[in-house]
């Protein structure tokens, strides 16, 4: 199995700016796509933004030019750079990895318990 445990979400004044980590431990054999998603209660969880094993990146429009996200895969860890935050940003955002295990063929989906992300106007 893998672990995914987020880090960094919290209350900030709209314009302020969070750093989210994720670190995925376990029986990792390779992690490919990294990405993060987030749900606004009444909401379904929508994609924020991905990257691939080799560093690509894709972006949701509603957070181009605000968001940055990147890896370490080194330190198996993926973050979320958010700037310029608005309080529409505000939901529980989680960590997912798609990888592939020690203990079993194929590729996988894993999800973090989430982070809460508020926003103040």
């Known amino acids: 199995q893998v672990q995914l445990v987020e880090s960094g979400g919290g209350l900030v004044q709209a314009g302020g700016s969070l750093r989210l980590s994720c670190v995925a431990s376990?029986?990792?054999?390779?992690?490919?796509?990294m990405g993060w998603y987030r749900q606004a209660p009444g909401m379904q969880r929508e994609l924020v933004a991905g990257?691939?094993?080799?560093?690509?990146?894709h972006y949701e429009d509603f957070v181009k030019g605000r968001f940055t996200i990147s890896r370490d895969n080194a330190k198996n860890t993926v973050y979320l750079q958010m700037n310029s935050l608005k309080p529409e940003d505000t939901a529980i955002y989680y960590c997912n990895c798609r990888a592939q295990i020690t203990t079993l063929d194929g590729t996988w989906d894993y999800w973090g318990q989430g982070t809460q992300v508020t926003v103040s106007s």
């Open positions: 376990g029986n990792i054999r390779r992690i490919n796509d």
């Open positions: 990257i691939t094993s080799g560093g690509r990146t």
